[in-house]
């Protein structure tokens, strides 16, 4: 049995770790909001991209000539996994779901015999991943110094992702992040990078005649567009990734705040009965002693 | 009356510009170019530079540009840009970094194409630079 003095400590220690927690959360929901801002100013580019790169492939699709980014190498031997996790951790479900769903990707690409090389981006899913596939991680980025996560940020994974394609060193690339979804629900997904895949919009039928005119030409709009599209689409991910992380964090500190609240509780009441039973004892000892006289 | 059309500046930061204009300039690719209302459907890419809009009550505003490109139609015209920033909030020091972090790049460019582009666009930089400090 603990004394009343290490009750007391305990309680102390605790109440120190909620009010660490209570704070983080009110941090993280700030930066949440800020997050889920930035993820929403960003939307309306992603979409006409999407929109336009939609339609400007589906009449290139055909073609023999088309962009290796967008018909791909043909091949699909040599997979790449961009995996996008947080710099820190601290939040939850957060890193292991999206390193947890790479990790299942990779080795299941493994097992049929396929080559994995992975990119990891954020300091947490470099530290699990290497553990594991030490032999498949090519590079790594960090973001660590970076205090708002810009385009800039996005156009270094792209640059480096675009680099590699271009000298042949994979066929595939897929981007694991969290979508964000609610503060409650951030979901790991994978998305295919390259060749790329678009969301194919239902065009209204008059929509369809529409005759555009191009300068430069169709092909060389498409060849500017589609790297261009791999570091929108990483930013969007990655801004996702950043809503996600605060949302995840900011119901993980939520938890351990209310966790603390409970452990507190059930230390006082120990310690309250323990005082109790201790003063109750010293009676019983006084009155002893004094019908013994 | 046709002579409004809606005018949307974007960078994949932001929303800059949705509004209502009368004329928007934009630097296109081969040369720059005056966009009214009821233009025919042209998509185009933009060089680093100056975008001029007019908008629908007569008041003009400028936006520096860097790169991207616009999906004109009759009633609409969308400007995607890669980083855009209003004319005045924008100093000579912050192009002037650019152009820095451009040269550092190109230094370590090895890709002849990529070294092309990148030259191409040091050099729309920096008539870039040479209207914005004469401004």
Do not use: W
């Not at chain 1, 990779?106 to 396929?114: P, S």
């Not at chain 2, 949307?8 to 510009?17: F, T």
């Amino acid at each position: 049995m603990p004394s009343l003095k290490d009750l007391k400590n305990r309680i102390a220690s605790v109440k120190a770790t909620q009010k660490i927690t209570k704070a983080m959360k009110m941090v993280a929901a700030a930066k949440l909001r800020r997050a889920q801002e930035a993820a929403e100013a960003a939307r309306p580019y992603a979409e006409r991209m999407n929109k336009v790169l939609a339609s400007l492939s589906a009449a290139n699709a055909g073609n023999a000539g088309a962009p290796l980014l967008l018909s791909g190498t043909g091949k699909d031997q040599v997979h790449l996994l961009v995996v996008a996790t947080g710099e820190r951790g601290l939040a939850g479900g957060f890193n292991s779901s999206i390193i947890r769903l790479a990790r299942e990707h990779a080795l299941k690409l493994i097992a049929e015999g396929k080559t994995v090389k992975i990119l990891t981006v954020g300091r947490k899913g470099n530290d699990v991943l290497r553990r594991s596939f030490k032999d498949n991680i090519v590079h790594y980025i960090t973001f660590r110094e970076v205090r708002q996560l810009g385009f800039v940020q996005a156009d270094e994974v792209a640059g480096k992702v675009l680099d590699m394609f271009n000298a042949g060193e994979f066929d595939v690339a897929t981007l694991f992040f969290a979508r964000f979804q609610s503060v409650i629900a951030q979901v790991a997904t994978a998305q295919q990078l390259i060749p790329a895949r678009f969301e194919t919009v239902e065009q209204p039928a008059e929509g369809s005649s529409v005759h555009y005119e191009y300068e430069p030409s169709e092909e060389e709009i498409l060849e500017d567009l589609l790297p261009k599209n791999i570091a929108v689409q990483i930013f969007k991910a990655l801004l996702e990734n950043n809503a996600s992380f605060y949302g995840a964090q900011m119901s993980a500190m939520d938890n351990a705040t209310r966790n603390a609240g409970d452990m507190i509780n059930k230390l006082t009441l120990s310690y309250n009965r323990k005082r109790q039973a201790q003063i109750t004892t010293e009676l019983i000892e006084i009155i002893a002693g004094a019908e013994a006289l | 009356m046709a002579d409004a059309f809606i005018f949307e500046l974007v960078s994949p930061e932001r929303l800059y510009v949705s509004e209502k204009v009368s004329e928007v300039v934009i630097p296109a690719m081969l040369g720059e170019m005056t966009v009214l209302a009821e233009h025919a459907p042209t998509m185009t890419t933009i060089k680093p530079g100056v975008v001029t809009v007019k908008l629908a009550s007569g008041q003009v505003n400028k936006y520096v540009v860097f790169g991207g490109f616009a999906d004109i139609l009759p009633d609409s015209c969308t400007l995607l840009a890669d980083a855009a920033i209003p004319a005045n909030e924008l100093t000579p020091d912050t192009l002037q970094r650019r152009i820095e972090t451009t040269q550092a790049e190109l230094g370590k460019a090895t890709g002849d194409e990529h070294k092309t582009r990148l030259e191409q666009f040091l050099t729309d930089l920096t008539q870039l630079n040479g209207i914005v400090v004469a401004a």
